[in-house]
């Protein structure tokens, strides 16, 4: 089993920035892709970010340039940093963790793909 805990998120003014945070705890060794996934209200969930574990890493079209994802592998952590933030991306955010395999080009933003969820924080930008 893995857990994971987010957190990191809050309310801030368009063109302000935030940095998510998600500590995975438990059977680490088995993670090769970790990632964010985001729902707005009344939206579904899309995915935002990913970081394999073998370097490869993805990014929706709509945060590339603005957000980073990184990981520290000694703290068990993921970072999301996201700059230059827009009202459109407020929503939940949620780190998810893929057991065994690696996340591809196919596969990063299908949230069917990871078996491990956090419970999410909340950023919220206003205009």
């Known amino acids: 089993q893995v857990q994971l805990v987010e957190s990191g998120g809050g309310s801030v003014q368009a063109g302000g920035s935030l940095r998510l945070s998600c500590v995975a705890s438990?059977?680490?060794?088995?993670?090769?892709?970790m990632a964010w996934f985001r729902q707005a209200l009344g939206l579904e969930r899309e995915g935002v970010a990913a970081i394999s574990t073998d370097g490869r890493t993805y990014y929706a079209d709509s945060v590339k340039g603005r957000f980073a994802g990184s990981q520290d592998n000694a703290k068990n952590t993921l970072y999301l940093e996201m700059n230059n933030l827009k009202p459109e991306d407020t929503g939940m955010y949620y780190c998810a963790a893929r057991e065994g395999r690696y996340c591809t080009s196919r596969v990063w933003s299908e949230g069917t793909a990871f078996a491990y969820w956090g419970q999410g924080t909340q950023v919220t930008v206003s205009s």
């Open positions: 438990g059977y680490t060794y088995a993670i090769y892709c």
